[in-house]
């Protein structure tokens, strides 16, 4: 993905949100928390109501998911 006109960041912005929104709920609802909320995997279980071995087997599985998506459309690191 490249943009000439200063546009790079706003477009992964939305690349990233498309792919986000191409997650499964469980999977966003552990990124929204771990990532986005910055809150540790014991915080984010409590919210959730969740083990915490769930929340961290969640968090490893969505973002395996987001990096496949993203590299889909054309994101790299």
Do not use: F, W
Not at 44 to 60: F, N, Q
Request: aromatic share 2%; net charge positive; glycine share 6%.
């Amino acid at each position: 993905m490249k943009a000439t006109d200063g546009s790079e960041d706003a477009l992964r912005q939305v690349v990233i949100a498309e792919a986000l929104n191409g997650l499964s709920r469980d999977h966003r609802e552990v990124l929204t928390e771990t990532v986005m909320r910055r809150r540790t995997v014991n915080e984010a279980a409590d919210i959730l109501g969740l083990p915490v071995s769930i929340v961290k087997s969640r968090v490893y599985y969505a973002l395996r998911a987001l990096r496949i998506l993203l590299e889909e459309r054309g994101v790299t690191t």
